[in-house]
Structure formats: structure tokens, C-alpha cells
């Protein structure tokens, strides 16, 4: 008797002593504070300086502000400029700025510093990657306090909508050498600390322009991966995922607790070939690539029946008007036909490297890889850890996934396939295509400017090395305290406008 | 005890092998970090490459090598690191542009936390169960604590992981189920988030110092200085503490000290799915970013602690069990 | 399990060759089972539970669970045996050879052992894994060096034990080399004990391989491996929970039947 005595009670004191950890464990809720979840694919090297690779997205955009933002049907819209225009050949705009802005640090925001903003936007020296959106700005200069006027090296209608890119953001005179780690912006919040491998804390900008933010502080809780991110959210611990993978969203259907929302937008993901390795410099092979896969099947595996919609390798997204719906069924013997041209009459092996880094990007490769084997490709997946991959993968490897956010057609299109990008992924250098391009942009007439951007979609099927099965709908999940995020994507959301209850 | 001579001298044996015992802890230290230092230089990729990452032309990494002394020889590179490590310096990160003591000393410290958690978790309970069980084999209570035991021990840490987060992070919400607070949060922040990854952590260890336990109690218990005092009518809970115990210590301290240094240094699995920020997460970044200055000191904080973790262990078995005092001298 | 009635050991001991045969067989004939093909897609069925089709449903891509899981043993076993059979050679190798030659051979190859002790495995693997991709052969040779040390460390002691009997010492006298001395009267005899450690070491280097897929550092998609097959479906747990508990089951099964067997005390 006494053995099991001491036994019931050693169980007992052990389920005690459980039950009296748990209750220090509870997780704790304040309000006026937003919780969001964040990746960390940069590894440790993020930087707050907006126009740097390593930038840390979307942060920047809650410390800084744009000249022109964008509104919810995606027309720019005043933000720390208030009116533009331009001259006949669009090739000089003047942009008139908001007076009365103040810097986090109480300096007045004024015409110096979106000259010396956009200068290092445009820096070949720095060679940012915003410069392949801007790079057609020429020179900048202060008109007086409070106008700017932008030379551009050739006509573009479409420059409010460049200057409304996420990064094109407005930082002080001579903030260089500090803003990477303390930035002082514009912006609805202003950074408290910043730890991209850990938590970083923004807390209220109580002079913003647009009115007091009502939240009290943003903290951005950086995750290894996706699924910890899910967990973190399931278990209340943050409020906001920015993209979840859609076929997970059953997760959170509990309407009392999430908010799901489904958003149909122009983020993509792609399966990029390095036109400068073999046997991706041939035309034919990458072609051949590209068309021995059905597209709408890789949609609807990676991303859910109803997650996207097929895209012929076009970047440029359903809502946007100059978006071309070209023909590109799969064509498993075409592709066939084109290998064996190409010197591949047995077929051919690449290696394809992917990461977890965000959602679906393992699964469209092995969905790639069903796809294409019928035509004789045989795809070999390596796999790469998911901290770093932006920096040791992509555009260093021979085949990679690759991702991107919804970007204006004149945009996307120059910032990954002119020649001279710094984020032109497949390192493809294509005349032809740079001067359709400048063509393009710099004609006037609305009409004869889209059948311009259809001929350069139409090129790119021909000759990239890009594979862009599809644009995504995307599913956001937040906690249901959260209000005031309007299901749009999340370079127009408005983050002083969004509160906790 | 100490006016006994004859017991001073063994002790004075046994103290001289335990010097050259600690001597030669020192000499492997020594030279496996010599060996790891030349073995991670040999890898591809240095601390220039990972910086540059995707920005990398072959005129910027070699500049970047130059003003890092990367272009050095491998000798003199050991010894201005050996010298910068004696002193203190850890070294530089060129890839996080921080001091590699910021980056490393708080992971650090976030693992020990975490591991000093889930051991007293694990092992008081695992020495009291074992004892136990060795004692009155015939419990049911105690069969089933053994048999969750050995099956905890046997699965990989990422089902146990799965398993309790599943039960008490969603079902029964009591956890928080990952870790959101930074690297340098102070303790009292971190503590609700240690609970999970400890949890997972003591259930994996358990299993090993109780069995231990139990073997030694099974087989001390048929030995004839544990009859005899039973028939001089001691009492049961004396005879349990005052003689099974003791003798049954020593092999538990044993498996205690590798599995301590184990709790310090293979935790990758349970850090990455609580996204826990401690040394595991750490070192699993450091090596896909290449970041070879974040690499050595890891490695050396490995070795360190398992080299530690078998001379203290040495050493407790020398002070607790007479026996081997005597034989082994 | 000495403490049990006779036929309830017995009866536990069958269960575990069952246990065993069963992976076994299923690992060996896998790929001649009128099963589904493990990476074969379906848009149509993704994340479904039980059905006629598909025994334990779909998993995030629409493959079959049940196919999967039955094949998912391969690769681990594949590189659990060759690399627990390297390390066996390696370790008895070492051990024995320290124990046969004593003196300064013994203390250095001791030492060594020591070494090889103290090395942060996983970290080692993780290091090499990522330095050198995915390649079996490294794979293998790695983990067969790494699990070397503690067959080798058990060679040794019971070698030594072995040497100062009677038999071993009548075969030295009668003029026997070393090499015949090892082959003909130590290893059959250390070999029992040698074998547990070994198999102990079996089942580490499964679960290691395992980690090492979930870590991502492992099997690459879309080969079916538990480790990886955990990891991909964790995901979508609550969605369709089999698809995570039928790796795990046939992970921990393998595990614990290989334990169970070596287990005597």
C-alpha cells in the first residue's frame, strides 16, 4: 500500500506543479497595440533604409511616407506631395509639397530633402533597387521651399504611379549614414527600437499629418517561418499575418476571433532561369520551360481552388490596364519539339532551388515538377534554408523561386526585365526590349500606350526567363480586434487608421 | 571523515588524476578549436560573400576581403584570432555589422535559460521516478511513468514538440505557443515562453536518468548491505534514502552531465518551432548565411560545455561514490 | 521487463518482431504495392480526409497519404543502415584495435574516441549539410564517422574484459597474431554486446536524419520522407490531422521497436 501511497503522491505534486506553471504562462492582450508577424528572410541584415536591398518591408512604410501614395482602386493619390504635373512630352514634371510636415526628430520636411531623397534613389554609385523604378528620373531640383522639378531622361505618363512604389519614400537630408538603424521619417509611427531578428517597436507619431494614429505602438515580431507565424496567431499572440497560405485559411474561420480577408491582387510568384547559364541562354529551352505547364493546375494546387488566377508570364495583373490575357495552354509536344531543336531530344535535368521562406514557394516547384515531366523535363528540387535565402539563393543560383508584390505594369516591367535593373533576377540583357520600353512609356495617348505594353508582354512570352504561372488572391488573417485594414493590399493601407479594441 | 589518513591519501589520488583529468579537458579544448577554426575556414564562403549576398561582383568581395584581412594566411589569421579570443574579443560579424559577443552572449544566455528550465523539470522528477519505480516495480502508476518515459525518449523532438503544442496552445490554450519576445528580453518576459520548448526538452531527457535510476535501484536492492539493514528492521523511507540513493547516484550523474550538455547545445529541433530565440536558432541562421564568425564561437561553446559537462560529472561520481575513490587508486 | 510475467515479455517480444518485419517488408516491396505513385498531384483533392481513393486521405498537394507513408521509410533506412553499418566497422575497428594493442596506441586512440565524442553532432551535420547540399554519399560517410565513437568506446571496454579471460589468453600464448585473435575469438564474442550499441546507434541516426528533413536540411521535396512529410503537413494539422500522424506513427513504430528489442535490462 505505502508504494503506491508515495507514487499518488509524486503524480499529484508533479500535476501541482504543472498546473502552477500554466498559470504564469498565460498570454496577455493590451490594446491600442498591434501585434504584427514578419519574416526574416534577410537573415540578420535587414536595414530601415528604404532604397537598400535589404530593406525591411512593411516597416519602412509605417516610419516613412511617399510623395504620391495610392488609393484603394490603385490611382495615385496626394501623400507628401499635394498636386503634379507635366510638360507636353512628360519628360519634366513639377511636383508642389505639402507645407508644415515635420520630421520625427522636429525638423521641417521641405524641397532639400526630397532632392537629396530621390538623388540617392538614382545613385548609380549605390545602384538601389528602387533606381530601376526611378532610374528614368534624370535630375531633380528645388524649385523654391516647397516645388520640385524632375527632368526625366524620356517621356513616362506613368510617373505618379512610380513614385507611389513602397520604397520611394522621403528621408532627411544627409540621414545616409544613420537611417539604417534609426531612421527618422514622416511617418504615422516612429521607431523606438528596431531588432529585425527579434522585435521591433514603433511607437505613435503624434504629429502625423494625416491625424494622430490610434494605435499607441506597432510591434513587428519577427518569425522563422510561416508555420511559427500561424501558430503565434492561433494562440493570440500576435494580430496580423500578412499573407497566409489560402488552403490553411480553415484554420482561422472562427469569425468571433479572425477576420479573413481575400484579396485579389498582382503579387506573383515565378520560377526564374539565369538567361546568362546554360542551358538557360537558349531561347528555346527557356520557352520550351515555360510552356509544358499548365498554369490554371498550378494555381489551383499551390494556392487553393479560387487562390489566383493564370498569368502567360505576364507581370503585369488582372486589374491593371494594361494587362495582356494572351493564349498559353500547356503545349507538352511543343515544348517537346523545341528541346529537342535545342540539342535536348532526350529530354533534359535542371536543379531548381526553393526555400520556406514564404508561403508556397516549395509547393509551386513540385507542382512545377508533376507538371513538366510529361515533356521530358526532370526537375530536381534543392532545397535552402529559409533565413538568407534573399541573399544566397536568389539571383545566385541557375533556377530559384522567386516572389513579388503587386507592382503598376510600368513599373514591374522595368524594375525585373530591363536590362539594366539591379533586380532583373534572370540577368537578361535585351535591347529590344529596353527601347520598347522607353517607347512605351513615353506615349501619350492612353490607347496606343496600352498596345505598346501588350507588344512588350507579348515579347516577354517569346524570349524571358521567367516563369509567372499566376497572380495570387491573397488571404490576410487578422485577429477580429483588429479594424480599420481595408482588405486592399498592403502598400495602400493606411496604418494610422488602424486601431486594437 | 577527514582525520581518517588513510582515507586524506586516496583522497590525494584521487584528486591528482581528476588535475590531469582537467588538464586534459584543457588540451582538447585547446586543440578542437584550433581544428575548428581551420575547418570552418576550409568551407566555402566567407564572411565577405555572405555580406554582399546577391550584390556580390568579384571587385566588391575583394575589396571587402582586403579591408577585412580575409587575404591574410590561414596562420596568421588563427593567431590574431586566438590572441583577440584570450583577450576577451570574440570577433566581428561582417554580414550583421555588430560584435559577435552581442549576437552570440544573449543567445547564449536565452539557451542556458532554457536548458536550466527543462533540467530542473527533468531531472529531480527523473531521479525521484526512478528511484520509485526501481523500488516497487509492480505499480501500475509507475509502469505507465516509465512506459510514456521510454516512448517520449524514442520520438524525435519535433512529434513531442507538435504534440504539446497541439494540447496545450490550442486545445487547451494554457501556453503561449511561440516565442515573441526578443533576443535581449529580460527574464521575467521571457518566462511564459520558456514553458513549451522546456517542456518538450525535459520530456525528451526524462526518460534517460530515470531509467538509469531505476537499473541502479533494482540492482542495489538485491545487494546484501541493503537486506541486511532491512533485517535490522530499518525503516523502509530510511533504507530508500539512506542507502538505495546513494549508491545509485553515481551512473545517474553520468547520463545527467550528457544530457545537460545536450539541453546546451542540440536544441535546434525544439528552438526552430517555438521559434525560441536561443543559440539552436541562431547557429541554424549562422550556417545558412555563411556567417563563419557566428559559426566558431557556437562550436566552441559546444564543445566547451560537453567537455565541462564530463569533468564536473567526473568529478561529482569521484566525490560521491568511495568505492571507485578506492579502486581507482 | 524482467519483472513481468514470462508470457507477457514473450508476448511483447513477438509483437516487436512484428513490429519489425513489417517495416521491413514494407520497405523492401513498397514500391510493387498497388499504391497510388507518391508524387502524383490532384488539384481536384487536396487536404481530404478518409476515402475510398485515397485510405488516409490527401495531402496539401493532393497526394496520397497512405502511399507515402509506406514509402517514407526508404530513404531513412536506406542511409540509417549503410551509415550505422560504417560506424559499426569503424567503431569496432577502433575499440578493438585499442584494447588488442594497449599502451600509447590505446591512450591515443582513447583520446581520439574522446574527440569524436565531444563534437556537436548536429551542428556538424547542419554544417555540412548546408556546405555541401544534399549529397547521400556525404551524408552517410558523415553520420558513419559521427556514431563511430560510442560503438567504439563499448568495443573497447568489453575487448578488455575479454582479453584478461582465460581462452583469449591460452589462444596469445599458442602464438596467434592480433588480426587472428580479433577475428576469430574477440568479435564473436563482443559482438552481443557491440550489436545493442549498435542498434542504439541505429535509431539515433534515424532520428537525426529525420531532424534533419524536418529542418529542411534533409530529403528534398518531393521525396517521401517522415521527417519532411511532418513537416510539410504541420501546417494543415487541424485540416486533415492524418496526414501528420501517419509519418509519426511509422517513425515512432520503427523507433521503438528497435529500442524495445535491444532493451534487456
Redesign the interface.
Known amino acids: 500500500m505505502q508504494n503506491k501511497i508515495i507514487l499518488r503522491v509524486f503524480v499529484t505534486a508533479m500535476l501541482c506543479g504543472s498546473l502552477m506553471l500554466a498559470a504564469c504562462g498565460r498570454a496577455t492582450t493590451v490594446t491600442g497595440v498591434l501585434r504584427v508577424a514578419n519574416d526574416a528572410g534577410f537573415g540578420g541584415a535587414e536595414t530601415m533604409d528604404p532604397y537598400d536591398g535589404n530593406r525591411t518591408w512593411p516597416t519602412i512604410n509605417m516610419v516613412f511616407d511617399r510623395l504620391i501614395g495610392v488609393d484603394k482602386d490603385f490611382s495615385p493619390i496626394p501623400e507628401l506631395a499635394l498636386s503634379w504635373t507635366s510638360n507636353e512630352d512628360l519628360n519634366e514634371w513639377t511636383l508642389v509639397l505639402r507645407e508644415g510636415v515635420v520630421f520625427h526628430d522636429g525638423s521641417e520636411f521641405n524641397a532639400d530633402d526630397v532632392v537629396y531623397s530621390i538623388n540617392r534613389m538614382i545613385d548609380p554609385e549605390f545602384d538601389s533597387p528602387v533606381r530601376a523604378v526611378l532610374g528614368v528620373i534624370e535630375s531633380v531640383e528645388a524649385v523654391d521651399n516647397y516645388t520640385v522639378k524632375l527632368s526625366l531622361s524620356t517621356g513616362e505618363a506613368d510617373l505618379p504611379s512610380l513614385l507611389a512604389d513602397y520604397r520611394a519614400l522621403m528621408t532627411p537630408v544627409d540621414s545616409q549614414a544613420t537611417i539604417g538603424k534609426a531612421p527618422i521619417g514622416t511617418g504615422p509611427f516612429r521607431m523606438e527600437t528596431f531588432d529585425p531578428e527579434g522585435t521591433t517597436v514603433l511607437v505613435a507619431n503624434e504629429n502625423y499629418f494625416f491625424g494622430k494614429p490610434e494605435l499607441s505602438k506597432i510591434e513587428i515580431i519577427t518569425f522563422a517561418d510561416s508555420q511559427s507565424a500561424a501558430q503565434a496567431l492561433a494562440g493570440d499572440q500576435v494580430d496580423l499575418l500578412l499573407a497566409i497560405d489560402g488552403k490553411s485559411s480553415s484554420i482561422f474561420g472562427d469569425t468571433s476571433k479572425f477576420t479573413l480577408q481575400t484579396i485579389p491582387s498582382g503579387d506573383w510568384n515565378a520560377i526564374d532561369f539565369r538567361v546568362d547559364r546554360k542551358p538557360f541562354d537558349d531561347a528555346r529551352v527557356r520557352k520550351a520551360l515555360r510552356i509544358a505547364a499548365d498554369r490554371q493546375v498550378i494555381a489551383d494546387t499551390v494556392l487553393g481552388v479560387g487562390g489566383g488566377v493564370a498569368a502567360c508570364d505576364t507581370p503585369v495583373w488582372t486589374a491593371d490596364p494594361y494587362r495582356w490575357d494572351g493564349p498559353c495552354a500547356k503545349d507538352t509536344e511543343g515544348a517537346k519539339a523545341l528541346l529537342a531543336e535545342a540539342g535536348f531530344p532526350d529530354g533534359i535535368d535542371i536543379d531548381i532551388y526553393t526555400s520556406d521562406v514564404e508561403v508556397h514557394m516549395v509547393e509551386l516547384v513540385e507542382a512545377y515538377q508533376q507538371q513538366v515531366k510529361d515533356a521530358g523535363i526532370r526537375v530536381t528540387i534543392k532545397m535552402a534554408d529559409a533565413s538568407g535565402f534573399w541573399d544566397d539563393v536568389w539571383m545566385k543560383e541557375s533556377a530559384f523561386v522567386d516572389s513579388w508584390g503587386q507592382r503598376p505594369a510600368a513599373q514591374v516591367l522595368n524594375e525585373v526585365y530591363r536590362s539594366t535593373a539591379a533586380w532583373n533576377p534572370t540577368g537578361q540583357v535585351d535591347k529590344a526590349l529596353d527601347a520598347m520600353l522607353d517607347d512605351a512609356r513615353s506615349t501619350k495617348d492612353l490607347a496606343q500606350r496600352k498596345q505598346k505594353y501588350i507588344a512588350i508582354q507579348q515579347h516577354i512570352f517569346e524570349n524571358s526567363g521567367i516563369f509567372l504561372p499566376y497572380h495570387k488572391t491573397l488571404t490576410r488573417v487578422m485577429s477580429s480586434k483588429v479594424k480599420g485594414i481595408d482588405p486592399i493590399v498592403i502598400d495602400a493601407v493606411r496604418w494610422e487608421r488602424i486601431s486594437v479594441s | 571523515m577527514q582525520c581518517d589518513g588513510s582515507e586524506s591519501a586516496f583522497r590525494d589520488v584521487g584528486m591528482k588524476n581528476l588535475a590531469r583529468r582537467a588538464l586534459f579537458t584543457i588540451g582538447a579544448f585547446v586543440s578542437l578549436a584550433v581544428l575548428s577554426f581551420l575547418g570552418i575556414d576550409a568551407l566555402p564562403g566567407d564572411g565577405c560573400t555572405a555580406l554582399l549576398g546577391r550584390f556580390g561582383t568579384e571587385a566588391k568581395i575583394a575589396e571587402c576581403r582586403v579591408e577585412h584581412h580575409l587575404n591574410d594566411p590561414v596562420v596568421v589569421r588563427l593567431g590574431s584570432w586566438a590572441s583577440d579570443v584570450v583577450q576577451g574579443d570574440l570577433g566581428y560579424s561582417i554580414k550583421r555589422d555588430e560584435q559577435v559577443a552581442q549576437i552570440v552572449l544573449p543567445r547564449i544566455r536565452n539557451t542556458a535559460m532554457l536548458a536550466l528550465v527543462a533540467a530542473l523539470m527533468a531531472f529531480p522528477t527523473a531521479i525521484v521516478a526512478g528511484l520509485l519505480i526501481g523500488r516497487f516495480p509492480r505499480s501500475r502508476i509507475g509502469r505507465a511513468i516509465n512506459t510514456l518515459g521510454v516512448v517520449a525518449m524514442t520520438l524525435p523532438e519535433f512529434v513531442i514538440a507538435t504534440i504539446l503544442w497541439l494540447v496545450f496552445s490550442i486545445w487547451i490554450p494554457i501556453f503561449p505557443g511561440v516565442t515573441v519576445v526578443p533576443s535581449n528580453a529580460t527574464f521575467v518576459e521571457l518566462l511564459p515562453h520558456i514553458w513549451m520548448p522546456a517542456l518538450t526538452l525535459a520530456a525528451v531527457v526524462f526518460a534517460h536518468s530515470m531509467r538509469t535510476m531505476k537499473a541502479g535501484v533494482t540492482t542495489i536492492q538485491a545487494m546484501p548491505f541493503v537486506e541486511s539493514a532491512r533485517l535490522r528492521g530499518t525503516k523502509e523511507r530510511v533504507t530508500l534514502l539512506r542507502h538505495i540513493l546513494p549508491a545509485a547516484l553515481p551512473p545517474v550523474v553520468n547520463t545527467i552531465a550528457v544530457d545537460a550538455a545536450w539541453l546546451l547545445t542540440g536544441t535546434f529541433v525544439t528552438e526552430a518551432i517555438f521559434n525560441y530565440r536561443g543559440l539552436g536558432r541562431l547557429t541554424i541562421d549562422a550556417i545558412s548565411d555563411r556567417d563563419t564568425a557566428v559559426i566558431l564561437p557556437i562550436v566552441l561553446f559546444s564543445l566547451g560545455a560537453y567537455l565541462t559537462m564530463s569533468l564536473i560529472a567526473d568529478t561529482v561520481v569521484r566525490l560521491l561514490d568511495p568505492r571507485l575513490r578506492q579502486h581507482r587508486s | 521487463m524482467n519483472?513481468l510475467p514470462q508470457h507477457r515479455s514473450t508476448r511483447i517480444r513477438t509483437f516487436v518482431y512484428c513490429v519489425l518485419g513489417f517495416h521491413a517488408v514494407v520497405a523492401l516491396i513498397a514500391p510493387f504495392l498497388p499504391l497510388m505513385p507518391t508524387?502524383?498531384?490532384d488539384?481536384?483533392a487536396?487536404?481530404q480526409g478518409f476515402s475510398s481513393a485515397h485510405w488516409l486521405g490527401t495531402d496539401?498537394?493532393?497526394r496520397d497519404v497512405l502511399s507515402r507513408a509506406l514509402h517514407g521509410g526508404r530513404p531513412s533506412l536506406v542511409i540509417a543502415i549503410l551509415a550505422t553499418a560504417l560506424s559499426a566497422v569503424i567503431g569496432i575497428a577502433l575499440g578493438s584495435l585499442a584494447a588488442l594493442a594497449g599502451g600509447w596506441v590505446d591512450e591515443a586512440l582513447s583520446?581520439l574516441i574522446?574527440?569524436l565524442?565531444?563534437?556537436?553532432?548536429?551542428?556538424l551535420l547542419?554544417?555540412i549539410a548546408?556546405?555541401f547540399?544534399?549529397d547521400p554519399f556525404i551524408l552517410i560517410v558523415t553520420l558513419g564517422f559521427m556514431y563511430a565513437a560510442p560503438i567504439a568506446r563499448v568495443a573497447r571496454a568489453s575487448t578488455q574484459v575479454l582479453l584478461a579471460r582465460d581462452f583469449v589468453r591460452v589462444a596469445r600464448l599458442q602464438g596467434g597474431r592480433g588480426v587472428n585473435i580479433l577475428l576469430g575469438e574477440v568479435l564473436p564474442n563482443v559482438w552481443r554486446v557491440v550489436f545493442t550499441e549498435i542498434a542504439m546507434q541505429f535509431?539515433w541516426i534515424i532520428?537525426a536524419f529525420?531532424?534533419l528533413s524536418?529542418?529542411?536540411?534533409g530529403a528534398?521535396?518531393?521525396t517521401p520522407e517522415w521527417?519532411l512529410m511532418?513537416?510539410?503537413a504541420?501546417?494543415?494539422?487541424?485540416?486533415n490531422p492524418t496526414a501528420?500522424i501517419a509519418p509519426?506513427v511509422m517513425?515512432?513504430s520503427l523507433?521503438?521497436a528497435v529500442?524495445a528489442l535491444v532493451d534487456r535490462?
Open positions: 519483472n508524387d502524383k498531384q488539384s481536384g487536396m487536404l496539401a498537394l493532393g583520446r574522446d574527440f565524442l565531444a563534437l556537436p553532432t548536429l551542428i547542419l554544417l548546408s556546405f547540399g544534399h535509431t532520428l529525420s531532424s524536418f529542418l529542411g536540411l528534398s521535396p518531393p521527417g511532418i513537416a510539410e504541420r501546417s494543415y494539422m487541424t485540416i501528420v509519426i517513425l515512432a523507433v521503438l529500442q535490462e
